[in-house]
Structure formats: structure tokens, C-alpha cells
């Protein structure tokens, strides 16, 4: 009766190696609480409603060898809640900043959301901007092209992403967390330190106690599986548009 | 052997001249016999060794023969002795192998031939006296055996006799062995039924171990050991269920078992309890299965599980509040994130990050909760601001307490900051913004953590004291607008500064509210009707407060005004101020209800202000002076006989009246252009000329009316514009004749 007990098998639903505190920010009705619903629950989001202040949910995903956990703060786009939204800003590790490719007025707001997001996040705040609504070609308004160009000036990690059907909806946040791990591994992040916005999980805390010094060896392994996977919807993306 | 192929037996018959004679018969078959075989030519060889000897030696046999054959040709002599025809095959013989020895060729077998009957008997004694010499030694021998044997015999008897009795004795031996393996059969049979039994109704010293032992850490293998001693309890209770009622074993196994157990239970306890106070210094916490397993566990211990989670409780509350004032006042590790108190003198901001810092330490929080207690059901999958059901299940109600408890501890730093910075607020909107900050946040907790939880109650009282803040200062404001006192120097009628400034207050408390951050999600799904009357609801008493007063003031402070500057037209400047409130409210539909009541008392001094205009104009028009006659006339007596209304008087008015036609007042009237809403101007001023045209009328039909008995009355009418035509004065003024005074007056009084 009680030997359904296994450690192993719930160690690897529960514990994470890091976890990460992301914000997800743009302009109202650009789609972002429907992406995250696509990325949290596999499915779209029907009749969202403008979101009220904010709102949290959390996922673990996997990335080469270590378990991540991330902590998601959906954020009401609507002006009026923006005093509150910022709040949440404050030593975010990720930001994923959306705006809606069949509308131009989100499009060109994203300065002034990228410099509030790198103004109260954390100083290595990596952001990605996903252009979403890529199922609507046909009401295109931002040119691919274009906002390719605008990530690169601002330095910032792109790609266009449907919440509705799930395509490239995985990609921006596994991307940002690629890039903090790899913040962590060239020592430019630390993650025992607050408001870094990444701690470590139970998982790396015993690896730690256990041997002296972290050790990403792994992490470089995995990195090139990570690349690949990451590369390939964006590859995709390139060559249709 | 005879008739066989290869003998050549025809040969010799033909050569027989006598066949039928039985010697030669005999002779045939003598010859006709084969020699060539092995007996035979043994015999021969014997026969010819017999004789052979004793040529060369002393008598008969041959030297080399008697060397060569023993006792054996003896015997071939015995065995040959009755054989006649033997002697012919033994002399042909020599003559095949060449009988060197013979110095007379056929002696010796002539010799043979005589005396081999002799020969043959001597040898034959000769060998049977042998024979008995040998025979008398073996028979001596024999005897000897004979007695061994008989002593044999009896010793075998012997033995034979001890074999009995033995076999008589080993008998019940064999039985008790048999027996016995019967017994070790059973025994180990029973044996390994005790070792079954052992093995389910015992633990292991490793097991033991497991359980008590402090080198044993709690993880899968203390948890293995403690599911078998429950296994052991159950089984056991299953067994003394039975029909025998308890038994000894039964009892000593659920005492022993029950030992562990409150070893374990005690084992998880100090661990929980060691882990509990040790899991302070992060905010966020993971964690680890064999924490989750032993909770689990300890919730059969309960009270164990309290104090364990009171030691939790303590930690995570002194760990919250220390993160929280770190935050505060410190900030992030080298300054970043900013502390939060650096922005003190933005009180927004201020209250603002304070606050989302307290519902982010929820947020993680409640995750570790959830983990602690193995509750996670739906990864990611239920949003925090999602109502929940309270009070469900026990661990609901542990996770809602052990919360309340570590959030509680950040109520008070919380509120004093909140209320200083609210108290330090001179400016009302600020006041209610953070008011509706509050009350946002406010719902949020309620909805995160229960109405019940200390930090829904504190923001509620935050928000109530913010709410309050705000209201006094609205009234506050309220009453400064009321203790003004208007210019007296200023003879504009615009509405007075003080005016600006208050409505410029009322107005951002209304954009404030318009926008507020309310309980939204509570109207969701309402009709529109809904919502606005919500809205409304939620905004009459800062009208109330607000416009009020200053309707109030500036009808009283007019009034004061006017007494000392009378000159100064008191109606138009209630007016103008009375249609400027309006328009400030008119953006916000929420302000429906306190517009209509400034619109009725617009629609009040219009009527006044429209008699006045009327009156001012019967003045200017001359007009004035036969409508007087006409009311102070008495009885049926003529007007043209009222000095006020003579013939002469009545063509001075009717004069002036025609002069005021062409005067550029008749479309500016310069009072009602001092109305700030030209609109209204307008209105008043048709309403007023239609009355005009009225009054006219009626001057003509009495002026007409032969009762009143004024001469060429058509005349003097016609003398003058506008010749007694009213026609003609609706067409001047622009009126259609069908409008009434009253109608273009009152657009929503009547
Ligand atoms: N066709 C299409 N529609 C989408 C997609 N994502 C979102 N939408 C629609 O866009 C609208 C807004 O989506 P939300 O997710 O609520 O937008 P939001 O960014 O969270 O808005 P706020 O909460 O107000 O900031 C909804 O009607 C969605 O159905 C998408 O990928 N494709
Ligand atoms: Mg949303």
C-alpha cells in the first residue's frame, strides 16, 4: 500500500535547478496572457479578457540537463494598470515583451516598454521580443524584417510566435532561459545573490553542498542540443518570410 | 567334414579294387578320413614322439621329441591307443618330415607296431601311479581345508547368529531414526513458516536501523522501513481480528512495532523541525521530495506536525519580514534592484513596489506551500489573482494558516509605511490613488488569501484609512471653497479662480476614478446598466462633497457680493459658474445624477434670468409703460384714458419701441452676452423677445379695441415699425410664431 512510494520518480516532477523570474510585458490585447497560457497549459486561450493588474503562474522546463523553474508575471497592458506593473519589474531575470505583428501601434511602443523593463528589472535583464499572432499573415501590419532589425539595434533576442496555434510558443522563453544560464556560467550572473532574479533549486543546492563548486561542465554539453532546438522554429521563420 | 567339396574322397575309391569288403571299408574310411586336421595331427605327433626317442637315446624316443612334449604326448598315447589305423598315418609321418635318426629305415615303426598295446598300458600305470602320489598330496591338502572350513563354519554361525541379534537391536533404532526424520521434516517445515512469519511480523536490525538510528538519514530508505512496520501493524490487527482474539505474539508485535513508529514519528519531527529552521534565509525555496514525504507522514502525528510547522511558521515569518525591510531599505546585492524606500517621495511608487513585493513573496510563498504539502496538482496552471475555495481540504486550511501566519508578519512594517506616506499627502488625487492602489490590492489578497487572512483585514483598514484620508480631504477641500469670499474688485462673472482650482481637483479625482484599478472582475459579465450604476454608486459622495459646496458657495458668496456690489449681475455669474460645473462633469458619464441636478437649478435661474431679461426689455423698449396701464386699468374703463397710456404716450412708446428695433441690442443684448454659454444667451434672449412679440400683440389688439377709445388707432399704429404687423416682429426676430417662450426656455425643466 505505501510501496507506490518512490523518491526518484517525484524528484523528477518537483525539484529544479534554478528558477527564473520573468515578466511579460507590451502593449493591451498584443496576445500576452493567451502566449502564456499556450506555453503553461498547451492550448489557446479562448475569450481572454483584458488582464487586471497581474497575474502569476509558474512552469519547470528542461534545458540540457537542468530543470528550471519559472515564475511568470503576466502583466495588464491596459495604461491605466501600468503604475502597478512596474512594480513587478523589479530584478526580473527574463522579460518577454510581445507585440501583435497584425497591429503597428503595439509595434511601435517598444522602446518605451524596453526602457522601463531595463530600468527596473535586473541588470542582466535578457528580453525577448516575440511578435505574436504569426497565424494572421494576412493582416500583417510589422514586417518581419523590420522588427528583426529593431531586436538587433536594441539588442534583444526575436521571434514570431502564434498563441493561437502553438507555434514558436516554447521557443521565447526557453531562448531567455538559455541565455541566463549562460549569464550564470560565464560568472556575469550569480545566482545566490538576490534580486538577480535566479536561485537555485533544491537539485543544485545539494549538488553544491555535495562538491565544492558548481560545475556547468554539463551545461556546455547540453548548450549545442539546446541551439539546435532553439534555431530550428526561427530557421523556419526565416525562410517563409 | 567328410563330404565337404574340398575333400577329395572319389579319388581313392577308384583306386579301390575291393569296395564291399568291411575291413577294407573300414581302411577307406580310415583313409578316406582327413589327416590334415589339427587333432588328428597332434595325435600322430604324439604317437611319433612315444617312439621316436628311443632310437637315438637309450630305447624309443627321439631326443628332441622328448625334450619338446611331456606329459602331453602321454596323454596322446592314451587317447590313440585303440585306433589301429593311426600306426599306417604315423609311418607315413616320418616319411614326410624326414626321420634323420633311423638307421634302419621302418624299425621303428615296426617296433611301434608290436609293442604299442604295452607301451601304451606301462605309461598308462606308469602315470596313474603319478597320478596317486600327486592325488595323495592334494587329498592331505584337502583334509586340511576341511577342517578350516569346519572351523569356518562354525565361526559363520557365529556371526550369523550376532547378525540376528543385531538386526533385531538396529530395528527399533530405525524406527526411532525414521521417526525422528519425520519430526525434522515438520520442524523445518514449521521452521520456514517462522521465518515467513519473522519476516512479516518483524523488522530487520536494518530496518531498525533505519528507523532510529541518527546516521540514517529521512529519505526513501527510513521511509521504506517505516512502510513495513505500518504493514507489520496492519497485518497483525488483521490477525488478531481473527477468532482466537488477541494473541501474546499478536500483542508483543503491536507494541514493539508501535515503539518504531513513535521512533520514526519522533525522527521526523526533529528533522522537520531541524529543516524548518534552517529554511529561512531564501526566499524562494524548493522542496525535496523526502521533506513533502515526511510532512505527509507527520500528518498522522498531528500534534507533532504543529509544532513542526509553528517552528516553520516563526521562520518563514522572521525570513519574510527580514527580506521585506532588506528590500526596503537595502535593496538588492550592490544596490540592485534599488532599495524600495528610495522612492519614498514618490508615494505611488512607493506604495505601488511595496505592495507588489508583498504579493510576489505571496506568490512564492504559496508555491513552497504547495510543494510542502504536495498540492501542486496543476502545474502553471492556476493563476494566483483566481478566486479559490477556502477551507476545503486540510491541507488548504494548514496552507492558508501556515500563510496568514508568515505574511502577517509583514502587515505591520506595511502599514506604518503606508499610512506615513498617506498621512504626509497634501494633495487629495494622491490620497486617492493610493486609496484605489490600495483597495486594488486589497481584492487581490482576498481573493489570493481569504477575506479572514491578518493581511486582508490590514489592507483593508489601509485602504479604508486611505479612503478615509482621501474623504477628508475632499471635505476639507470642500469646506475651503465654501469660506470663500468672492473678489469685490472683480466684476467679471466668469466662475473665480477658486472655482478652477477646485473643479481642476474634482476633475482628475473623477479621470482617478474613471480609470480606477476597482473591483473590476467582480462587474465582469454584468449589463452596462450594471456597470454605470456601479459607478455611479461609487462616486456620489465624492460629488457630493465636492460639487456641493461649491454650488452652495458660490450662490451664498454671490449673494454677500452682490449686497455690496450691486452692479454686479449675481444671476448671469450662478449661471455661468452653475454651466461650468456642468461641463466638467460632462466627460464622466458616471455623473449623470449630480449634472441633472445642476441642470435643474440652471433651469431655475434661466426662468428667473429669462423674466429679467423680458422686464429689462419691456424698459428698454418703452413697452413697459403700457403693459403697467394695462395691469393698473380698472373695471372696463378705456386705456386710452389712463394718463399712462394717453394717445400721446402710447405714440412715444410705440416710437421708442420702433427706434429700440433698429438698435444693434435687438440681436446683442449685452447682459446675456456676459453668459459664458452662448447657447443659453441665445435661448433667453428668443425666449424673451417672444414674450415681446406677445406683448405687442396684445397692445395692438387694445390699441384696436374701439372699447379703449383711442383715436385713428390704425394710424398711430401704422406710424411706427412695426406698423402693427406681429407677423412682421416674428419675422424681425427670427421666431417662428409657434414656438413658445416657455418651450425655448425649458429644454428639461418642464
Ligand atoms: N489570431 C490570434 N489571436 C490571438 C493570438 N493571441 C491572442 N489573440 C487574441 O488577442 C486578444 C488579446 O489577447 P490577450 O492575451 O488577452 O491579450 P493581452 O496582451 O493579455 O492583453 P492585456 O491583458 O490587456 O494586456 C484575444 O482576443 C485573443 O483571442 C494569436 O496568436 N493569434
Ligand atoms: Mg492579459
Redesign the interface.
Given at each position: 500500500?505505501?510501496?507506490d512510494?518512490d523518491?526518484d520518480a517525484?524528484?523528477l516532477l518537483?525539484?529544479?535547478d534554478f528558477?527564473m523570474k520573468y515578466i511579460i510585458i507590451g502593449e493591451a490585447g498584443t496576445g500576452k496572457s493567451c502566449l502564456l497560457h499556450q506555453?503553461?497549459?498547451n492550448s489557446f486561450k479562448e475569450h481572454s479578457?483584458h488582464t487586471?493588474?497581474?497575474?502569476?503562474?509558474?512552469?519547470?522546463v528542461k534545458l540540457g540537463e537542468k530543470r528550471i523553474?519559472l515564475?511568470?508575471?503576466?502583466t495588464a497592458g491596459q495604461?491605466?494598470?501600468r503604475?502597478?506593473t512596474?512594480?513587478?519589474y523589479?530584478?526580473a531575470a527574463g522579460a518577454i515583451l510581445v507585440y501583435d505583428i497584425t497591429s503597428r501601434a503595439s509595434f511601435l511602443n517598444l522602446s518605451r516598454w524596453l526602457a522601463d523593463a531595463r530600468a527596473?528589472?535586473?541588470?542582466h535583464l535578457v528580453t525577448v521580443l516575440v511578435g505574436n499572432k504569426s497565424d494572421r499573415e494576412e493582416d500583417r501590419e510589422v514586417e518581419w524584417a523590420e522588427a528583426s532589425r529593431w531586436a538587433a539595434e536594441n539588442d534583444v533576442h526575436f521571434l514570431e510566435a502564434s498563441s493561437l496555434s502553438g507555434e514558436n510558443v516554447e521557443a521565447p522563453f526557453l531562448l531567455c532561459a538559455r541565455s541566463i544560464l549562460l549569464a550564470i556560467e560565464s560568472g556575469a550572473l550569480?545566482p545566490e545573490?538576490?534580486?538577480?532574479g535566479v536561485?537555485y533549486?533544491?537539485?543544485a543546492?545539494?549538488r553544491v553542498h555535495s562538491s565544492s563548486r558548481l560545475s556547468f561542465g554539463s551545461l556546455s554539453g547540453g548548450r549545442r542540443k539546446g541551439t539546435v532546438k532553439l534555431r530550428l522554429p526561427l530557421a523556419g521563420k526565416t525562410r517563409c518570410c | 567334414m567328410l563330404t565337404s567339396p574340398t575333400s577329395p574322397p572319389p579319388k581313392y575309391q577308384t583306386s579301390s579294387p575291393r569296395p564291399h569288403n568291411p575291413l577294407s571299408i573300414r581302411l577307406y574310411k580310415v583313409l578316406a578320413a582327413n589327416l590334415d586336421d589339427d587333432t588328428t595331427k597332434e595325435a600322430l605327433h604324439t604317437l611319433a614322439d612315444l617312439y621316436a626317442p628311443s632310437l637315438l637315446n637309450d630305447t624309443k624316443v627321439k631326443p628332441q621329441d622328448r625334450e619338446l612334449k611331456g606329459d602331453r604326448e602321454r596323454l596322446n598315447d592314451i587317447d590313440d591307443e585303440d585306433d589301429d589305423t593311426k600306426e599306417d598315418a604315423n609311418t607315413k609321418l616320418p616319411a614326410q618330415s624326414p626321420a634323420l635318426a633311423e638307421t634302419v629305415p621302418g624299425e621303428i615303426a615296426a617296433r611301434a607296431r608290436r609293442n604299442l598295446k604295452k607301451d601304451v598300458e606301462s605309461k598308462l600305470a606308469e602315470s596313474s601311479r603319478r597320478f596317486l602320489t600327486a592325488f595323495a598330496e592334494v587329498d592331505k591338502q584337502l583334509d586340511t581345508l576341511q577342517e578350516y572350513i569346519g572351523a569356518m563354519r562354525l565361526r559363520c554361525d557365529d556371526a550369523q547368529s550376532q547378525l540376528g541379534e543385531t538386526n533385531e537391536a538396529c530395528k527399533a533404532l530405525l524406527d526411532r531414526a525414521g521417526s525422528l526424520r519425520e519430526q525434522r521434516q515438520e520442524i523445518s517445515t514449521r521452521q520456514s513458516m517462522v521465518m515467513v512469519f519473522l519476516s512479516r511480523f518483524t523488522l530487520t536490525p536494518e530496518d531498525v536501523e533505519a528507523i532510529t538510528s541518527r546516521e540514517v538519514p529521512v529519505?526513501?530508505r527510513f521511509?521504506n522501513a517505516?512502510?513495513k512496520a505500518?504493514?507489520i501493524r496492519?497485518d497483525c490487527r488483521v490477525l488478531m481480528a481473527g477468532e482466537e482474539g488477541p494473541t501474546k505474539a499478536g500483542l508483543d508485535i503491536m507494541s514493539t512495532t508501535s515503539g518504531y513508529l513513535e521512533e520514526a514519528y519522533e525522527k521526523i519531527f526533529r528533522w522537520c523541525s531541524f529543516a524548518f529552521r534552517e529554511m529561512g534565509r531564501?526566499?524562494?525555496?524548493?522542496?525535496?521530495?523526502?521533506m513533502?514525504?515526511a510532512v505527509r507522514r507527520l500528518r498522522q502525528r498531528p500534534e507533532l506536525l504543529t509544532e513542526a510547522l509553528g517552528t516553520l511558521s516563526q521562520t518563514r515569518q522572521a525570513t519574510l519580514l527580514n527580506?521585506f525591510t532588506?528590500a526596503l531599505t537595502r535593496?538588492?546585492?550592490?544596490g540592485?534592484?534599488r532599495p524600495i524606500e528610495l522612492h519614498a517621495h514618490d508615494p505611488?511608487?512607493y506604495v505601488?513596489?511595496m505592495?507588489?513585493?508583498v504579493?510576489?513573496a505571496i506568490?512564492?510563498e504559496r508555491?513552497f506551500l504547495e510543494?510542502l504539502f504536495g498540492a501542486?496538482a496543476e502545474?502553471?496552471?492556476?493563476?494566483?489573482?483566481?478566486v479559490r475555495a477556502y477551507g476545503g481540504t486540510e491541507e488548504e486550511d494548514w496552507m492558508s494558516e501556515l500563510m496568514d501566519t508568515a505574511v502577517g508578519g509583514l502587515c505591520t512594517p506595511l502599514m506604518i509605511r503606508v499610512q506615513q506616506t498617506i498621512r504626509s499627502q497634501e494633495s487629495s488625487i494622491t490620497a486617492y490613488k493610493i486609496a484605489n492602489?490600495l483597495q486594488?490590492y486589497m481584492l487581490?489578497m482576498q481573493r489570493t488569501l481569504g477575506e479572514e487572512a491578518a493581511l486582508s483585514k490590514r489592507l483593508r483598514e489601509m485602504t479604508d484609512y486611505a479612503y478615509k484620508a482621501f474623504s477628508d480631504a475632499v471635505e476639507a477641500q470642500g469646506r475651503s471653497i465654501l469660506g470663500i469670499h468672492l473678489d469685490l474688485d472683480d466684476l467679471t462673472l466668469t466662475p473665480p479662480f477658486a472655482i478652477l482650482d477646485h473643479t481642476q481637483i474634482l476633475r482628475e479625482i473623477l479621470t482617478v476614478y474613471e480609470?480606477s484599478?476597482g473591483d473590476?472582475?467582480s462587474l465582469?459579465g454584468k449589463s452596462a446598466k450594471d456597470v454605470n450604476e456601479a459607478a455611479a454608486q461609487g462616486c456620489r459622495a465624492i460629488l457630493d462633497q465636492m460639487v456641493d459646496p461649491a454650488v452652495e458657495m458660490c450662490v451664498l458668496a454671490s449673494e454677500e457680493k452682490h449686497r455690496l456690489r450691486p452692479s454686479w449681475d449675481r444671476e448671469i455669474f450662478i449661471i455661468n459658474v452653475l454651466t461650468y460645473l456642468q461641463s466638467v462633469l460632462e466627460p464622466y458619464s458616471f455623473t449623470a445624477e449630480k449634472r441633472d441636478v445642476i441642470q435643474d437649478l440652471v433651469a431655475g435661474r434661466v426662468v428667473q434670468l429669462i423674466e429679467d431679461h423680458f422686464t429689462g426689455l419691456l424698459v428698454d423698449t418703452g413697452l413697459g409703460e403700457m403693459v403697467d396701464a394695462g395691469k393698473a386699468r380698472q373695471g372696463d374703463e378705456p386705456l386710452s384714458h389712463l394718463p399712462a397710456a394717453s394717445s400721446s404716450r402710447l405714440q412715444a412708446a410705440l416710437h421708442k419701441f420702433s427706434v429700440w428695433l433698429t438698435s444693434n441690442t435687438v440681436d446683442y443684448p449685452p447682459r446675456l452676452g456676459q453668459l459664458s454659454v452662448q447657447s443659453l444667451a441665445s435661448r433667453v434672449h428668443r425666449a424673451a423677445l417672444a414674450r415681446l412679440v406677445r406683448t405687442y400683440k396684445w397692445l395692438c389688439e387694445e390699441v384696436r379695441n374701439p372699447e379703449n377709445k383711442y383715436e385713428a388707432a390704425a394710424t398711430v399704429l401704422g406710424s411706427e415699425r412695426p406698423f402693427g404687423q406681429v407677423h412682421l416682429l416674428w419675422q424681425i426676430f427670427g421666431i417662428d410664431e409657434e414656438e413658445t417662450g416657455d418651450d425655448i426656455v425649458t429644454d428639461k425643466t418642464t
Open positions: 500500500m505505501a510501496n512510494y523518491i517525484t524528484e518537483e525539484t529544479y528558477l506555453f503553461t497549459h479578457q487586471i493588474g497581474v497575474e502569476f503562474s509558474s512552469r519547470t523553474k515564475q511568470l508575471w503576466d495604461e491605466r494598470f503604475s502597478v512596474r512594480s513587478y523589479r530584478g527596473l528589472g535586473s541588470p550569480d545573490k538576490a534580486g538577480s536561485s533549486g533544491d537539485r543546492l545539494r | 529519505g526513501k521511509f517505516m512502510n505500518e504493514r496492519n531564501d526566499a524562494q525555496i524548493d522542496v525535496s521530495p523526502a513533502r514525504e527580506n532588506t535593496g538588492g546585492p550592490g540592485l534592484p505611488l511608487r505601488g513596489d505592495l507588489a513585493w504579493h510576489q506568490a512564492a508555491e510543494g501542486r502545474e502553471g496552471g492556476r493563476m494566483v489573482g483566481a492602489l486594488f487581490t480609470s484599478l473590476e472582475s465582469r
